[in-house]
Nanobody
Framework: QVQLVESGGGAVQAGDSLRLSCAAS????????MGWFRQAPGKEREFVAA????????YYADSVKGRFAVSRDISKNMVYLQMNSLKPEDTAVFYC??????????????????WGQGTQVTVSS
């Protein structure tokens, strides 16, 4: 079992930045892919970014490329999502997820096994 807890959400203005954190516990994350997803009101959950926990390879949705950056701190069992140049359309609940031995280009939420509870990000214009 992997337990994931997100934090760092909040209400910001368009153009601001936020860094989301995902604290992982329960087992070693070696071999895991760590993903970030979001779900806006009335919309389906969508993939945002992912990182392989040990090698640090990353993969992004086109909508966030150049604005968001996913990273991890192996020593702290933490995964981060740095979000810059936020837009109102980024408003959503953001979730951290994990899956063992997953190809990063697999961007469906159904491919991930473990999920956090989510953190709300609200961007006003």
């Amino acid at each position: 079992q992997v337990q994931l807890v997100e934090s760092g959400g909040g209400a910001v203005q368009a153009g601001d930045s936020l860094r989301l954190s995902c604290a992982a516990s329960g087992r070693s994350l070696s071999g895991y892919a760590m993903g970030w997803f979001r779900q806006a009101p009335g919309k389906e959950r969508e993939f945002v970014a992912a990182i392989t926990y040990i090698s640090g390879r990353t993969y992004y949705a086109d909508s966030v490329k150049g604005r968001f950056a996913v990273s991890r701190d192996i020593s702290k069992n933490m995964v981060y999502l740095q979000m810059n140049s936020l837009k109102p359309e980024d408003t959503a609940v953001f979730y951290c997820a994990s899956k063992y031995d997953l190809v990063l280009s697999r961007t469906s939420g159904r491919d991930y096994d473990y999920w956090g509870q989510g953190t709300q990000v609200t961007v006003s214009s």
